[in-house]
């Protein structure tokens, strides 16, 4: 039995397991059947011990699909302090700097729709910038896959692209800087594990213009304000997800109010123990 962190990879070939240094192939296991398994962990482990050495593979960057299938993806705001400085500064002159100070010390969290699957791009995949934003950030963030029942089963990493000049106009058009085609990236891997992970583990953000980094900053994640329990709690109050569903925590790293992306812009997102996401910015057509 595999005694080492597990990885699973959704590609264009199935479902790939990484665990002690090997790849395997797991057969006969639809994605969702797999990552909505309360037993997730020991049925990964027990799913690579049954494939054998004869089930080894290797792995391309290009076969890698977004790890989300029939799930939701929701999100969570203003859960580090600098996420809340940065939203109260720019929605000052439409009144909206105090809600943001109120939510971020409030009980009851900030919570949002992100996404659905077809919204959703992965590793090495193009995210769009709205046409109509003239003020778009990356929003680098550890990212919850969360049960049916409400139990965290894992981690991965997503991009929650926003329009900064869109939500600060007014904090009501949160829907329109969050939620349109391609505005959200996951992936590569979801690491799998009943554990949470270590308040020391960094989350990272490089974003390269023209082969020169343009912006770079990191955090750990024993900056963010509210636990990922009761995060999770809040979103399944009156709330049924069949299939689970992806909870983005919050960011805590802001570029600057002069920085905007740009097409061809190359976003990598890494965290400590599940890889680095790699996503381009695409023209507007």
Known sequence: MPEGPIKLYRTSRGIVAECDGRLCLIANCSWDELITSEDLESRARSAIGDAGNASDVSLREDEIL??????EVWAAGVTYFRSRDARMEESKSAGGGDFYDRVYSANRPELFFKATASRVVGHGQEVAIRRDAKWSVPEPELVLLVSPRGKILGYTIGNDMSSRDIEGENPLYLPQAKVYHRSCALGPAILVSQSPLSRSTEIRLEIIRAGAAVFSGQVTVGAIKRE??????YLYRDNIFPKGCFLFTGTGIVPPDSFTL???????????????????????S
Do not use: C, K, W, Y
Not at 66 to 71: F, K, L, S
Not at 228 to 233: I, Y
Not at 275 to 284: P, T, W, Y
């Open 228 to 233: 990922f329990t009761s995060l999770v709690e």
């Open 66 to 71: 977004a790890p989300i299938h029939g799930q």
């Open 262 to 284: 740009a097409p061809r812009d190359e976003i990598r997102i890494g965290i400590d123990g599940i890889g680095i996401l790699v996503n381009s910015v695409a023209q507007n």
